[in-house]
């Protein structure tokens, strides 16, 4: 006979056999319970790899055994009794240093040596409990609502504790109440706030006041209504002190941002984020948000995790900055979506007239290119042909496809901005402006395309009219003609090469036009001493405004220009396959090529496969450039696609319905006119 081996018992049936309940005194035998009881919830081996199923079986646990609830329920008073909750509250999470830079290296000293922890602080409980590098991420892998209902099945809310415990509530609300009103008198704030907000005390200062009228009605032991009437007045306060950070984040796009003020805005809102919850647990009426509370217990969990993550903080505190440089982008892209036929025709004018444009490009490009300079002062040249042209195509108004989906791309992802949208997007809407941007995209690339090469081949056979010498010939116009080939050359990886540039070019297009708002330049200029000597109101007035209005374009023209000019004398001087594609300019340059050869001279399978890979060289800028800038601006704004399953479903049914929209828009159906009917004589 084999001998089967007796399976020990799990922690939770110990603790029910032994049917004892520890002290709530006892901290050293609370806090083993507590790291034993997590240790049954964190996923290991066997049938225990899924969080929330442990979380959820222990609920059933606590439920059914009085034991189990009574030793959990005093293991949590054991620690919050004896321990220090003041700089959990007021500090994990929180940036402390007064700057950006300065936190960033307080973070790097302390991922090198990390700071002494206290026993006595609460802080070191939870480093404790969850002792393993990644817990926060099976914590926060755990649904909400069942966070909720583990607590609330434990009956846990703030006035489970003592007299004791709620003054040292009242000391973190005091500290954070003083850092509030201190930050909200920064002159990154206060110049920003609304005009009749600036000239007497803020919400952020007057909230400070509140909280002394609060701290002294609990030390008189006043009633609950006396309670609950100024807890209610401060509850208006640290909300209408909400209101007026939504405020300046939405000036944003007219006023720019800077990262000290992003910086300082995040931190009063984390600190009144912490204010609430200290005055949900002090304001006597009985009713505790434990959502609230759930969501300080996980953002603590991943706080002293990550606590000295340089990632961590960078995503953290630039991440409203890249939110305002997507917003200025998305403004911009709303230009480029097309909604009536009216619209679309017009994109289609408009790309045609920069399609004539990028011709000439194309042939000053290979004019300079026969002059056979040096690789620095030829890609120099380059680039200034390059960004002239980007910089006459956005004065003239005119379109180059691949500009937009750096711009589109921030649009789109608005749709989805939970800052901006109240509850679940309207994901069908999101289908219908998804239909709007590829048939936009598709109309300024025929736009561009069928200008640019028509127009390139007259204007090399003009060339050859006018000087008797052809661009390219012979074996030169034949490798113009591969270098286009979508398999005889590596054209698609410098595409996807060139769809990275249009989307850095993007975004340093929306950080100059966020910089020139910021800086407040217009009124700067207009100012400027000398300037207002030399140059006349009008004219001065003019200046600015065109300074305010194109700046952040024309920056991002030039370091296009720049990128697409060098990136080729790069792979060279590298002896690296480096170099950009460009479907305008590849367009143009198989115009040239095929002039050059004779169409005569070329092979129809041949001649298809070359326009296969310029239609395919479009395809790669497109998809390259507007998926860095769609995930770009989706992070920015905190959006997890992976709340959206429905969304690829959503979109692929509306194509299958309205294929036509994606490429041609609906014909609009014409508002019936009622006139009124004519009497009869």
């Not at 090469?497 to 700067?524: D, H, M, P």
């Amino acid at each position: 006979m084999i001998r089967l081996k007796k399976r020990k018992p799990g922690f939770f049936e110990q603790v029910i056999a032994g049917n004892q309940i520890m002290p709530a005194t006892d901290r050293k035998k609370g806090l083993q319970f507590l790291v034993d009881f997590i240790g049954e919830i964190r996923p290991g081996g066997g049938k225990r790899k899924d969080a929330a199923k442990n979380l959820q079986q222990a609920i059933e646990q606590i439920r059914n055994n009085r034991v189990l609830l009574a030793n959990l329920q005093h293991a949590l008073l054991s620690q919050l009794s004896s321990t220090d909750l003041t700089s959990a509250i007021t500090e994990s999470g929180i940036p402390l240093a007064r700057g950006f830079w300065q936190e960033l290296s307080n973070r790097l000293k302390h991922k090198i040596l990390p700071p002494l922890l206290d026993e006595d602080d609460f802080l070191y409980v939870i480093q404790t409990v969850f002792y393993l590098k990644n817990d926060f991420v099976w914590v926060e892998a755990i649904p909400r609502k069942i966070w909720i209902d583990f607590f609330t099945t434990a009956s846990f809310n703030f006035g489970m504790a003592g007299i004791e415990f709620k003054k040292e509530l009242m000391q973190a609300m005091k500290i954070l109440s003083y850092q509030v009103a201190q930050l909200g008198l920064e002159k990154v704030v206060l110049e920003y706030l609304p005009k009749e907000d600036q000239h007497h005390d803020t919400p952020f200062v007057i909230q400070n006041y509140k909280v002394h009228e609060l701290e002294n009605l609990l030390e008189q032991n006043a009633g609950p209504h006396e309670l609950a009437v100024i807890s209610g007045q401060l509850k208006d306060d640290m909300q209408h002190a909400y209101d007026l950070i939504d405020h300046i984040r939405e000036s944003h796009t007219e006023k720019g941002a800077s990262i000290q003020q992003t910086y300082i805005l995040l931190i009063l809102s984390n600190r009144l984020q912490r204010m609430q919850l200290i005055l949900d647990a002090l304001d006597a009426d009985d009713q505790f948000d434990t959502g609230r509370f759930v969501d300080l217990f996980r953002m603590l969990i991943r706080n002293e995790k990550r606590k000295n993550s340089i990632r961590e903080f960078l995503s953290q505190g630039v991440g409203y900055l890249a939110y305002q440089i997507a917003e200025h982008k998305g403004n911009k892209g709303s230009k480029y979506i097309t909604v009536s036929r009216k619209e679309y025709f017009k994109m289609i004018a408009s790309a045609m007239w920069g399609g004539f444009i990028i011709s000439f490009i194309a042939i000053f490009k290979n004019l300079i290119n026969k002059l056979q300079l040096a690789p620095f002062p030829a890609g120099f040249l380059f680039s200034m042909n390059y960004s002239a042209g980007f910089i006459l195509i956005e004065e003239t108004g005119s379109t180059l496809a691949t500009k937009q989906p750096a711009f589109t791309a921030s649009a789109v992802a608005s749709s989805l901005d939970s800052k901006k949208t109240e509850g679940e997007p309207d994901l069908d809407g999101l289908a219908v402006t998804v239909a709007r941007v590829l048939r936009s995209q598709i109309a300024s690339f025929f736009g561009n395309l069928i200008i640019v090469f028509p127009l390139t081949f007259l204007l090399a056979w003009g060339y050859h009219e006018i000087f008797n010498r052809q661009i390219v010939s012979g074996g030169a116009a034949l490798k113009m003609l591969v270098d286009q080939h979508p398999w005889r050359s590596a054209s698609l990886l410098y595409a996807c090469f060139t769809g990275f540039f249009l989307f850095v070019s993007g975004i340093i297009a929306g950080y100059w036009q966020n910089k020139i708002q910021y800086g407040r330049i217009r009124e700067r200029l207009i100012r400027h001493p000398a300037l207002k000597r030399t140059i006349s109101p009008k004219r001065l007035n003019r200046l600015a405004t065109y300074v305010e209005k194109h700046f952040g374009s024309l920056m991002g023209s030039i370091a296009l220009g720049f990128f697409l000019g060098f990136s080729g004398v790069l792979g060279k001087i590298f002896g690296i396959p480096f170099d950009i594609r460009h479907i305008t300019i590849a367009a143009g340059n198989t115009a040239i090529g095929v002039y050059g050869l004779g169409l005569d001279n070329i092979p129809s399978w041949f001649m298809l496969a070359v326009f296969t890979g310029v239609l395919g060289i479009g395809l790669m800028n497109f998809v390259v450039s507007f998926s860095l800038a769609f995930i770009m601006a989706v992070k920015s704004r905190g959006i997890h696609l992976s709340q959206y399953p429905r969304l690829i479903k959503t979109i692929g049914w509306y194509f299958l319905r309205h294929p036509k929209d994606f490429i041609l828009p609906p014909v609009e159906k014409p508002e019936p006119v009622f006139k009124p009917l004519k009497k009869d004589n």
